[in-house]
């Protein structure tokens, strides 16, 4: 196996591992709470690394790079850690990893003017099938899913939503991100984001002392250890190596191994349901990514 491949492989299952601190955190503290936390340490840790590379960003590219850092980040992440809260963890990483490819193509189509071939347009079609599927199932036995909480189609709209807000905001960031260091780049947007976490968890969420101390103490502190160290800096960095070497195509293919991590965790790990709905429902997600992210 090539180091690439093998960091493919790392990256695939650090991704797809990261649902589960995410959900166990939650069980402890606040999610948008935790999620403020991952990402002001995660931006910190980032910008101390990218060091003179910080001087770099043009200041021309401050407004547009805190516009994205807020939909990439603070808009995507509130949603994604409060709904993977709500809904199992293996059903969350599928909703979230399937859907970037499709709505990375009708975010380019909106905000670049790119055309809608056949091909896309059918993405988008199967992409919406399949998630239509998911909630449809859930409605019919009346919002109650299979894992007893009421607000899980709530929590996979909310994922859904946050992931459609993280593929505008990267594709906005397009013009300013061949114009810096990659690092310095990720590591603005991660902490602007982590403030805007920290400003939606004081507006919206009841933090209390107790939850700062739960947030430091087991099982949430290596839950957010694993956030940070694998999740924000080994995920990423390896993420933008294999973007150089391999190309963004065949580095996107964590879209297709990062949810089946998830769910085997999941289902192994935290006894999570995963039935013939959901398997119909993936299957037919993951159809519409693998069309999407055909070259």
């Not at 407004?63 to 963890?89: E, K």
């Not at 998911?134 to 919002?143: C, M, P, Q, Y």
């Not at 250890?225 to 293919?253: C, N, Q």
């Not at 949810?259 to 959901?278: H, K, R, T």
Request: aromatic share 10%; glycine share 12%.
């Amino acid at each position: 196996m090539s180091r690439n491949a093998a960091l493919f492989a790392l990256m695939c299952l650090v991704w797809g591992l990261t649902w589960l601190p995410i959900k166990v955190g939650a069980q402890h503290v606040p999610p948008v709470f935790l999620a403020a936390a991952r990402f002001t340490i995660a931006g910190m840790l980032m910008l101390a690394w990218a060091g003179r590379d910080l001087r770099k960003v043009p200041a021309d590219a401050w407004p547009r790079l805190i516009v994205t850092a807020l939909l990439l980040n603070t808009g995507n992440y509130s949603l994604l850690f409060w709904g993977a809260a709500q809904a199992p963890s293996g059903l969350a990483a599928i909703v979230n990893f399937a859907t970037i490819p499709i709505f990375t193509i009708i975010a380019s189509r909106m905000i670049e003017g790119h055309e809608m071939g056949a091909r896309k347009l059918a993405a988008i079609g199967l992409g919406t099938l399949g998630l239509g599927f998911l909630f449809a199932t859930r409605t019919l036995g009346g919002l109650e899913a299979a894992s007893g909480n009421p607000l899980e189609i709530w929590g996979l709209a909310a994922i859904a939503l946050g992931t459609l807000l993280y593929c505008f905001g990267a594709v906005l960031a397009r013009p300013i991100a061949s114009r810096m260091p990659t690092l310095a780049l990720a590591g603005c947007q991660t902490l602007i984001g982590g403030i805007g976490l920290s400003i939606v968890s004081a507006s919206f969420e009841t933090v209390t002392a107790a939850h700062f101390r739960a947030l430091v103490a087991w099982p949430t502190l290596p839950a957010l250890g694993f956030l940070v160290v694998g999740g924000s800096l080994i995920g990423f960095t390896v993420y933008m190596r294999l973007v150089r070497d391999w190309g963004a195509f065949r580095a996107g293919l964590y879209a297709f191994i990062s949810p089946a991590v998830a769910v085997a965790a999941g289902v192994l790990v935290l006894s999570e349901p995963f039935g013939w709905s959901e398997a119909v429902g993936s299957l037919l997600m993951f159809g519409a990514a693998a069309i999407a992210l055909k070259r």
